[in-house]
Each structure stands twice: as C-alpha cells, then as structure tokens.
C-alpha cells in the first residue's frame, strides 16, 4: 500500500486553478475597455476613470455609475451614488463566504475585500480543497484587479480614438453583463417573477423620474416579489393557504 499513490497530483491541480483564474481574469478584464471608453463618454477625465476603478473595482456598479452620471449629469449623482452601492451589496454576502477561506490577519483580509467579487468568489468555492480555494481566490481576484485597471486605462485613453461609443456598441456592454449575470439566475418562476416584475416598472418610470431612481425603485419591487416566493411556494403550502 503506497498512500502518496492515492493522493492527488497537488502540482497538477494547482495548475488547473492558476489556469482557471487567470482565464476568468482575462475574460473579465476585457470589460474594462469598455467601462474606459464609457466613462470618458460620460463626462470623466481620464484620471477620474482609473481613479473610480482602482477604489470602486466592482464592474456592475461602475457601470451603473457613469451609465446614470452621463445620463442625469451632476445632478443624478446621488442617484448614481445609491444605485451602484445597492448593486455592490452583494460582495458583502460574499465576504462572510470568503472570511474562512481567506484566513485570519488583518491586513490579508484587508486586501481581500477590495478583491472579493462575483469571479474570485465562484472560482474559489468550486475548488475542492482549502489550500485550493486560497489559491483561486488569490489568483482570479488579483488577476481581475490588475486586468480590468489596465483595460480600464486602454479605454480612456482610446476613448476619443473611438469617437461615439455607440458606434462600436461598447453602450450596450453594461447591459449585456447584467443579463449575462442575471441568466443562469432564472431557472425558477419566482425568479423570472423578480426579473420581469423590476424590469416592466423601471422601462416605465425611466421617461417620467430622475435617472437612476428607475433601478433603486425597482430593486425595492423585486425585493417585495422576491419575499413573499409567491410563484415558488410547495404546493402543500399553496393548498394549505386556500383552505384558510
């Protein structure tokens, strides 16, 4: 019997995570050219982009960001301000999640919070081993961090190369992540429930309010569709309810 026979090839396995994060990292970072460009567009020197991505570094939210600053101007800044940290809420969950996989020490967890995102959190958790999980934390989320500051840098600086950004649909790139993200999400009835609840009342409301208050009156729908699972409900349940 020869243990070290039964253990994995650990060498192997973190070649894999090394080659799954830095993956995730360049797919991730080409958005940044695309928040570059846009933000220029919107009104943002290029200082101010690099600047809103190396303290902001939450994709959704800087697109929300500038999307609504450009649109309202400085007086949508409020709006833009609650909309991207209502999008940025959920990299407080991911935190508890990452607390044990980060590990104890405070400037270790303090860098890892400004790098604890959607990609770092999902390539660390599909990992099997701690160690591994570490590993891919570490790696997607630096990774994404320095890719999409550079992206976002390359952006500005071809922001005025490119013109109009809607030429080159780079308008539409925000959009486009959102449902990429929202996607895999709606497998349920309830979840298309939320989805299509808070998309018919921001469409509606965007021609008549200030922008940015369509996406923070719609989230307060979705999260009032989403409590009461009224689509999702077991049907014991649901019988229960009817004979009361």
Same mark, same amino acid.
């Given at each position: 019997?020869?243990?070290?026979?039964?253990?994995?090839?650990?060498?192997?396995?973190?070649?894999?995570?090394?080659?799954?994060?830095?993956?995730?990292?360049?797919?991730?970072?080409?958005?940044?050219?695309?928040?570059?460009?846009?933000?220029?567009?919107?009104?943002?020197?290029?200082?101010q982009t690099c600047v809103l991505s190396?303290?902001?570094?939450?994709?959704?939210?800087?697109?929300?960001?500038?999307?609504?600053?450009?649109?309202?101007?400085?007086?949508? @800044?409020?709006?833009?301000? /609650?909309?991207?940290?209502?999008?940025?809420?959920?990299?407080?969950?991911?935190?508890?999640?990452?607390?044990?996989?980060?590990?104890?020490?405070?400037?270790?967890?303090? +860098?890892?919070?400004?790098?604890?995102?959607?990609?770092?959190?999902?390539?660390?958790?599909?990992?099997?081993?701690?160690?591994?999980?570490?590993?891919?934390?570490?790696?997607?989320?630096?990774?994404?961090?320095?890719?999409?500051?550079?992206?976002?840098?390359?952006?500005?600086?071809?922001?005025?190369?490119?013109?109009?950004?809607?030429?080159?649909?780079?308008?539409?790139?925000? /959009?486009? /992540?959102?449902?990429?993200?929202?996607?895999?999400? @709606?497998?349920?009835?309830?979840?298309?429930?939320?989805?299509?609840?808070? +998309?018919?009342?921001?469409?509606?409301?965007?021609?008549?309010?200030?922008?940015?208050?369509?996406?923070?009156?719609?989230?307060?729908?979705?999260?009032?569709?989403?409590?009461?699972?009224?689509?999702?409900?077991?049907?014991?349940?649901?019988?229960?309810?009817?004979?009361?």
């Amino acid at each position: 019997m020869h243990p070290e026979r039964d253990t994995p090839d650990l060498g192997l396995a973190r070649r894999e995570v090394w080659r799954e994060g830095l993956g995730v990292a360049v797919a991730t970072s080409a958005y940044g050219i695309s928040f570059g460009a846009l933000a220029v567009a919107s009104g943002l020197d290029i200082w101010q982009t690099c600047v809103l991505s190396l303290l902001m570094f939450t994709g959704g939210s800087q697109f929300a960001f500038i999307g609504i600053l450009g649109a309202g101007g400085i007086a949508a @800044l409020p709006s833009a301000v /609650a909309s991207s940290a209502l999008l940025g809420v959920r990299n407080l969950a991911y935190g508890m999640r990452m607390s044990s996989v980060v590990g104890p020490g405070f400037w270790r967890r303090t +860098a890892a919070a400004h790098v604890t995102i959607d990609e770092s959190t999902a390539v660390a958790i599909s990992q099997p081993t701690a160690p591994l999980r570490r590993l891919g934390f570490w790696v997607t989320g630096l990774g994404v961090f320095l890719g999409w500051n550079l992206a976002t840098l390359i952006g500005a600086l071809l922001g005025d190369v490119l013109g109009d950004p809607k030429a080159w649909g780079l308008d539409a790139a925000a /959009a486009a /992540a959102f449902l990429a993200l929202l996607w895999p999400r @709606l497998k349920q009835r309830q979840a298309v429930a939320v989805g299509v609840a808070a +998309a018919v009342v921001a469409a509606s409301l965007t021609p008549i309010v200030m922008p940015g208050m369509p996406v923070l009156i719609a989230a307060v729908v979705a999260i009032v569709v989403g409590w009461f699972n009224w689509f999702d409900r077991p049907e014991g349940a649901a019988a229960q309810e009817e004979k009361l």
